[in-house]
């Protein structure tokens, strides 16, 4: 398939979200599922299950300087020495925010997000507001999402590609010293990795 018609799989018959949201209309219909539990699972999914795969890799990355490295310099590399596999993270690269620099994900033409380390993507990242505002003016858009950022912050915003996915490596928060690997990654969500918040103890 060509590569640039790929991006727009919005509109692709074939396109799994077309699918999925084909079957979905077909089992309702048919009385078989009920969209009130659809919709319960598929949150389940966007904001527990699905961004934990993400949220350890962050926490072991604040843990193990080592892997660290290897996740920013080849995330490709280091997926897949973790075992991680699934879709959409054919090709990801991991951003890591740092005092004085703030990276934030967007895919501009549609909602290219990696799925199978964040799950779901959100609504509002598929938005045409978003995607078109997040370039355009990052740190107003990041301030309405509740992430106030000092103007001496640089903010890199990265456009996810059919052929690129981006996650954000936040910071570690302060007082987590004594935290394991578990215990960080529950620190970590997921909008700390689309770049619209920062991870905090809560
Ligand atoms: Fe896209």
Same mark, same amino acid.
């Given at each position: 398939?060509?590569?640039?018609?790929? @991006?727009? @799989?919005?509109?692709?018959?074939?396109? &799994?979200?077309? $699918?999925?949201?084909?079957?979905?209309?077909?089992? %309702?219909?048919?009385?078989?599922?009920? !969209?009130?539990?659809?919709?319960?699972?598929?949150?389940?999914?966007?904001?527990?299950?699905?961004?934990?795969?993400?949220? !350890?890799?962050?926490?072991?990355?604040?843990?193990?300087?080592?892997?660290?490295?290897?996740?920013?310099?080849?995330?490709? $590399?280091?997926?897949?020495?973790?075992?991680?596999?699934?879709? #959409?993270? #054919?090709?990801?690269? %991991?951003?890591?925010?740092?005092?004085?620099? @703030?990276?934030?994900? *967007? =895919?501009? +033409? =549609?909602? =290219?997000?990696?799925?199978?380390? +964040?799950?779901?993507?959100?609504?509002?990242?598929?938005?045409?507001?978003? $995607?078109? $505002?997040?370039?355009?003016?990052?740190?107003? *858009?990041?301030?309405?999402?509740?992430?106030?950022?000092?103007?001496?912050?640089?903010?890199?915003?990265?456009?996810?590609?059919?052929?690129? !996915?981006?996650?954000? +490596? &936040?910071?570690?928060?302060?007082?987590?010293?004594?935290?394991?690997?578990?215990?960080? /990654?529950?620190?970590?969500? !997921?909008?700390?990795?689309?770049?619209?918040?920062? /991870?905090?103890?809560?």
């Amino acid at each position: 398939m060509n590569k640039q018609d790929d @991006h727009h @799989h919005g509109v692709d018959p074939n396109s &799994p979200e077309v $699918r999925t949201e084909a079957l979905e209309d077909l089992l %309702v219909e048919k009385g078989l599922i009920d !969209r009130g539990r659809v919709d319960a699972l598929i949150e389940r999914f966007e904001h527990d299950l699905g961004p934990m795969i993400g949220a !350890r890799l962050v926490a072991k990355s604040w843990l193990e300087p080592q892997f660290r490295k290897s996740l920013l310099e080849n995330a490709d $590399r280091a997926l897949e020495e973790e075992n991680i596999k699934g879709a #959409e993270i #054919e090709h990801v690269e %991991v951003k890591a925010n740092e005092p004085g620099v @703030h990276n934030v994900v *967007v =895919c501009t +033409l =549609c909602s =290219c997000y990696p799925w199978a380390l +964040l799950g779901l993507p959100p609504s509002w990242y598929k938005s045409p507001e978003y $995607r078109s $505002r997040v370039v355009r003016e990052p740190r107003k *858009v990041l301030q309405e999402m509740g992430l106030s950022l000092d103007a001496e912050t640089e903010i890199r915003v990265w456009d996810s590609s059919s052929e690129t !996915r981006f996650l954000v +490596l &936040p910071e570690r928060p302060e007082g987590t010293e004594q935290l394991g690997l578990e215990e960080l /990654a529950q620190l970590v969500t !997921r909008d700390s990795m689309i770049g619209v918040a920062k /991870a905090k103890v809560s």
